[in-house]
């Protein structure tokens, strides 16, 4: 098994997600762990007005915006390990004790054939091999929806994704305190829907965690009469 881990290396060596450069071995390169835009203290936690909490290591910006569109768009799946390891440090800080199960937001069946991997599965599985555990599929997505990337008002994000996840198995759900991964956090809309499903299907709690959350807009101050 170690002959043909490391042939397949030779083959497709382990990159940086943000910058591309080669590596030794899976993860983040020195000048990009210095580069990226991290969250700090309370500003790695947003609050949503729906009652969910999710947390995240990186603002949605320059590295690691790139970063994350190669993971998304342009076929980068390994990336889905060092970004998934960033996600169980920053849950395992911001949550710690709260949650005994991990699932993820699921992708469309049609988007699934697209992009040919499903890529918050990818960090939810990548974050439970730290934690010697694995993701439970708790969610399915019935309607193939536009990509909430191309909508740009909260109320529209919302409106998109109402009604398009489902909690097959509530029994499954029933009674567990869930933490539920997706790749960003820009409105939240779309993870609090999926929040509001998992608390009707009988959650006792449910928490989420992303890579990056999208910088939220400070309104103008106003100026001040002369």
């Known amino acids: 098994m170690k002959l043909f881990s490391s042939f397949l290396d030779l083959l497709f060596p382990p990159k940086c997600p943000f910058c591309g450069r080669v590596l030794d071995a899976p993860g983040i390169c020195e000048a990009c762990q210095k580069a990226l835009p991290w969250t700090e203290g309370d500003d790695a936690l947003r609050l949503g007005p729906d009652g969910f909490r999710c947390a995240a290591p990186l603002w949605y910006r320059d590295l690691a915006r790139e970063g994350l569109h190669r993971f998304k768009f342009q076929g980068m799946s390994s990336a889905a390990t060092p970004l998934g390891e960033l996600i169980a440090q920053c849950a395992a800080e911001h949550f710690a004790g709260a949650f005994d199960t991990v699932t993820w937001?699921?992708?469309?069946?049609?988007?699934?054939?697209?992009?040919?991997?499903?890529?918050?599965?990818?960090?939810?599985?990548?974050?439970?091999?730290?934690?010697?555990?694995?993701?439970?599929?708790?969610?399915?997505?019935?309607?193939?929806?536009?990509?909430?990337?191309?909508?740009?008002?909260?109320?529209?994000?919302?409106?998109?994704?109402?009604?398009?996840?489902?909690?097959?198995?509530?029994?499954?759900?029933?009674?567990?305190?869930?933490?539920?991964?997706?790749?960003?956090?820009?409105?939240?809309?779309?993870?609090?829907?999926?929040?509001?499903?998992?608390?009707?299907?009988?959650?006792?709690?449910?928490?989420?965690?992303?890579?990056?959350?999208?910088?939220?807009?400070?309104?103008?101050?106003?100026?001040?009469?002369?």
């Open 105 to 226: 937001v699921p992708v469309s069946a049609k988007r699934l054939r697209q992009r040919g991997y499903d890529q918050a599965r990818l960090l939810a599985e990548s974050a439970c091999r730290l934690w010697d555990t694995k993701p439970l599929p708790l969610l399915r997505k019935t309607v193939h929806n536009p990509a909430q990337s191309g909508l740009k008002e909260s109320a529209q994000r919302r409106a998109n994704v109402q009604g398009v996840y489902t909690a097959p198995d509530p029994a499954a759900v029933r009674d567990r305190r869930i933490l539920l991964i997706d790749d960003i956090c820009t409105t939240g809309a779309t993870l609090a829907e999926c929040v509001r499903v998992l608390r009707e299907a009988g959650a006792a709690d449910v928490v989420c965690a992303a890579v990056a959350l999208t910088p939220l807009e400070k309104a103008a101050v106003p100026a001040k009469n002369a």
